[in-house]
């Protein structure tokens, strides 16, 4: 048996007809920047969010970088985020000229430890940027409260989180604005580079639309410096088809999740992730902590009988070069640091069949247990 990582290809082979039908549309009108589709798409994915306004861009970096930068975040400010995400999010930041600065992780949830969110903040903080990393919502009445108390603004990173739920809410409406990806690999993915931005509140909205293009309402008049952040027609139809089957593919996920944590429940070399109270986790990723000194051998091992695995994210920002210049070292966050050697994603798509799964665990089982 053959078990990749995910699978885009069995994915796209029952959509063809689909697919098909919207890409010769879009030929035949040879329209390919911001135009009906990514008009349908926005209304479409705000509906889903029940969100009032959803921006589609270029990226989903491109939407970290354009919620904050138009949100207001600028040199000298400070913005809290998670250490253990991807780099796009410490990057959005970076961007705007303020800096990052991190938090370590919940030891049960991988995500940023709201306990110790509160203790980084400074004068020059300007606003809290939690990621719903793997799927998984953070706690964001705990967050909305921190922040509200010191009157600082909450954006959220949800590019791993597509229509993830904290309270039966879909995330994306807990701050002032929550960027989303659409690369091809997440729960919602396009064919190339795709992403976007809900928010609840119309001026920001406007903000956002005229800085995606330039800077500009009407064509060559530009009220501000703004960016080219905008989304293609084939992204955006491509997206449009297959959001009607997110719902379903998350469900399938969860699914694929509660098979996986049944199948490896006795395994006490084994802890499977687990969902916090409150939230409907979409599970982008289904991550597993191994003990350190067998995780690099159990990966071999399950490689080699054709399983695919990997890392999510094997060096937390602090320890990245492109952050040096923070001055940040190894013991600064101990719990981002030890689980980074112990994690491990095991096979995770909506495409998975049952005896995947099985194959997976019984794998697993078998490096443990012979
Ligand atoms: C994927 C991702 C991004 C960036 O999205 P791209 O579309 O790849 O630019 C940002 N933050 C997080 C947490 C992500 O997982």
Not at 140 to 157: K, P, T
Request: one cysteine or more; a negative charge.
């Amino acid at each position: 048996m053959n078990v990749p990582f995910l699978d885009l290809k069995s994915q796209y082979l029952r959509l063809k007809p689909e697919i098909e039908e919207v890409l010769a549309d879009i030929f035949e009108h040879s329209a390919f920047i911001c135009g009906k589709y990514v008009d349908l798409f926005e209304k479409a994915f705000a509906a889903a969010l029940v969100a009032k306004r959803f921006i589609a861009t270029s990226s989903g970096t491109d939407a970290v970088h354009l919620m904050l930068w138009a949100g207001g975040i600028g040199p000298g400010d400070e913005v809290i985020v998670p250490v253990n995400t991807f780099i796009a999010t410490a990057e959005g930041v970076s961007l705007c000229g303020a800096t990052p600065v991190f938090v370590d992780n919940d030891p049960t949830s991988y995500n940023i430890d709201v306990e110790r969110v509160e203790e980084k903040i400074t004068s020059r903080t300007r606003a809290v940027l939690p990621v719903h990393l793997y799927g998984q919502p953070v706690d964001m009445d705990e967050i909305n409260d921190i922040a509200s108390r010191h009157g600082r603004m909450v954006f959220e990173d949800a590019c791993q989180a597509q229509s993830a739920r904290f309270r039966g809410k879909a995330v994306g409406n807990f701050g002032t604005a929550a960027a989303f990806s659409f690369f091809p690999g997440k729960n919602l993915g396009a064919y190339g580079e795709a992403g976007g931005i809900s928010t609840n509140d119309e001026g920001l909205y406007q903000k956002m639309l005229r800085m995606r293009g330039h800077g500009s309402v009407e064509r060559y008049v530009h009220e501000s410096i703004g960016h080219n952040y905008r989304m293609e027609e084939i992204q955006a139809a491509v997206l449009l088809v297959k959001l009607k089957y997110l719902d379903g593919w998350n469900a399938r996920r969860r699914q694929i999740a509660g098979m996986y944590r049944s199948l490896l429940a006795d395994l006490k070399e084994v802890i499977c992730p687990v969902e916090s109270a409150d939230a409907y986790h979409i599970y982008h990723l289904f991550v597993v902590l191994v003990p350190a000194d067998k995780r690099d051998k159990l990966r071999e091992f399950l490689q080699k009988r054709n399983i695919a695995t990997g890392l999510h994210y094997p060096i937390p920002i602090h320890l990245q070069k492109a952050y040096a210049h923070l001055d940040y070292k190894r013991g600064d966050f101990p719990v981002a640091e030890k689980q980074a050697n112990e994690i491990l994603s095991l096979p995770m798509c909506p495409e998975m069949k049952d005896e995947q799964v099985e194959y997976v665990s019984v794998n697993i089982r078998s490096y443990f247990h012979g």
